[in-house]
């Protein structure tokens, strides 16, 4: 039976923009395992593997995010982090 035009795949990966360069998005776990940082990947496979039939989308979701370096978000998020410590009062 063939398929609908809804659901054809294709077998690119998904794209994002980052510093308005669009990039590709690692999305099986062999893809986001290679574009981590060799640093990183140790956890990524503890966190893969300890993953649940329930947990797996969002765990893969995670990785593949972190997987594409984004310099303007990281800055976002270290700025969060320091307005966060320095409310609490831990700056």
């Known amino acids: 039976m063939p398929e609908s035009p809804r659901s054809t795949r294709t077998d690119e990966p998904p794209r994002t923009l980052v510093g308005g ?13 290679a574009a981590l940082d060799p640093k990183r990947r140790t956890e990524f496979d503890k966190a893969i593997n300890a993953a649940g039939v329930d947990q797996i989308h969002a765990v893969m979701r995670h990785w593949m995010l972190e997987a594409v370096p984004d310099p303007e978000a990281d ?10 410590a320095e409310r609490r009062g831990t700056a």
């Open 21 to 33: 360069v669009e990039v590709d998005v690692p999305n099986n776990i062999p893809a986001i395992r």
């Open 75 to 84: 800055a976002i998020l270290a700025r969060l982090a320091r307005d966060e």
